[in-house]
């Protein structure tokens, strides 16, 4: 059976791996799959600063990079920060950046082509809309897209991502709202932070 090809899908699931709650977890990140469960790619952590990351296909072909960049080190958590996305020549592929002090509620993301969208979380929903225009300056913004989060294990804490994409957005644009998901959990969820949640 051929695999489904990752950017071509209007949902998938982006999500951390179930894990012992008594050993000590060396696998990926994240796992991306299909809404039934069919596993796409996953997202390792390539350095021990949690600041360079890969999203491989589960044939192994890799899709994008992600770096995490902070202009106020030691204190990132205060200031802004930033995701630049590339492909495997290296070239940019796309960024996404928060700011504020809970950096959760939105993220500017730029795709390849250069078009800005917005993800957007109003309040404590678990809900984030995907969106051209700013919710808080137009009243009725066109919804592209809804990242809708939960919890699958209340015990570690494991969370999950149902990411939902409208048709008209294409393979480069997909591309770009999956990474940002993958930012929006590491905002979240810093690797080595426990389970904080913000």
Excluded: N
């Amino acid at each position: 059976m051929t695999e489904p090809d990752l950017f071509a899908l209007e949902a998938v699931v982006v999500a951390q791996p179930k894990r012992s709650r008594w050993r000590r977890y060396r696998g990926p990140v994240l796992a991306v799959s299909t809404v039934e469960g069919t596993p796409l790619a996953e997202v390792t952590d390539t350095d021990t600063d949690h600041k360079h990351f890969v999203l491989t296909r589960t044939s192994g072909e890799f899709v994008v990079r992600i770096e995490k960049r902070s202009w106020s080190d030691p204190f990132e958590q205060f200031g802004p920060v930033r995701f630049h996305f590339s492909d495997g020549a290296d070239r940019e592929a796309g960024t996404a950046g928060a700011r504020g002090l809970i950096k959760s509620r939105q993220l500017s993301l730029r795709t390849e082509r250069g078009r800005r969208l917005l993800l957007t979380r109003q309040g404590l929903s678990v809900e984030w809309h995907l969106t051209e225009a700013d919710p808080a300056q137009s009243p009725a913004p066109e919804i592209l897209g809804r990242v809708t989060m939960s919890t699958i294990d209340p015990w570690i804490g494991l969370q999950q991502y149902v990411v939902d994409m409208a048709p008209s957005l294409d393979a480069s644009e997909r591309q770009t709202v999956v990474a940002s998901v993958v930012c929006l959990h590491l905002i979240r969820r810093p690797p080595g932070e426990g389970t904080a949640v913000v």
